[in-house]
């Protein structure tokens, strides 16, 4: 005679897992774990996956081979030669006289190092242009830089919107950004323009792709 009753043989029956269950759950716990451990692993070789997937993220247009490229720029061309470690500029236009104001005062350099001076569009697009070149970029690249930084400051280095604090030629927010190109970046169409390309291939790979951002949202 049994000495369980039948709720106590019932309950017992319930509990008991047969080995075909058993293998069944080890399986799916073993790829529960695979999946998990790949996407641990794909974080661990590659931390920065799916950060282009931005649809303003566009891969920037390179220089084939080699030779001679023209950029457009304010006032004519300039002619680039990429090389592998250089770059060499062919034809420039004459930086203009800088004016001098009331008080005679106005620097006739062409750094931008003074704070009344302002450096012709046309100087800070030749460098614009070389720093381009020299990353690879082909001259569609820069034409998209151009009109990008037209409509940001005009190509101005001493552009400034007393509302958000944007400062120089790429409207760096806050422009203090830009020192870490450069102690000399209020100043600096060198500073400011290296800063830039470098915050525009971080942030969207490519002019282009910074000024598709522009285009659609009003800002990059």
């Not at 061309?77 to 800088?98: E, H, I, N």
């Not at 569609?140 to 919107?161: I, M, P, Y």
């Not at 830009?178 to 290296?194: E, F, L």
Request: aromatic share 10%.
């Amino acid at each position: 005679m049994s000495i369980w009753s039948t709720g106590e043989r019932r309950a017992a029956g319930r509990g008991a897992v047969s080995p075909g269950r058993r293998r069944a759950r080890r399986v799916f716990s073993a790829l529960v774990m695979a999946v998990v451990a790949g996407m641990l692993l794909v974080t661990v070789v590659d931390p920065y996956a799916g950060a282009t997937a931005s649809s303003f993220y566009r891969e920037p247009a390179m220089v084939q081979g080699s030779g001679v490229q023209r950029y457009a720029i304010s006032g004519g061309y300039v002619l680039v030669d990429p090389k592998r470690d250089g770059y060499q500029a062919y034809t420039a236009p004459a930086p203009s006289a800088a004016k001098a104001g009331p008080g005679g005062g106005g620097s006739t350099g062409t750094s931008g190092s003074g704070g009344s001076y302002t450096t012709p569009v046309g100087v800070a697009q030749t460098y614009a242009a070389k720093a381009v070149a020299k990353r690879g970029w082909a001259p569609s690249e820069f034409s998209c830089l151009v009109s990008l930084w037209n409509r940001e400051s005009g190509w101005n280095t001493h552009a400034a919107n007393p509302g958000s604090g944007a400062y120089g030629i790429p409207q760096a927010l806050p422009g203090s950004k830009m020192a870490a190109a450069g102690a000399d970046w209020q100043n600096s169409y060198a500073t400011q323009i290296t800063w830039g390309l470098g915050y525009i291939a971080g942030s969207y790979g490519s002019p282009c792709g910074a000024w598709g951002h522009s285009n659609a949202l009003g800002w990059y």
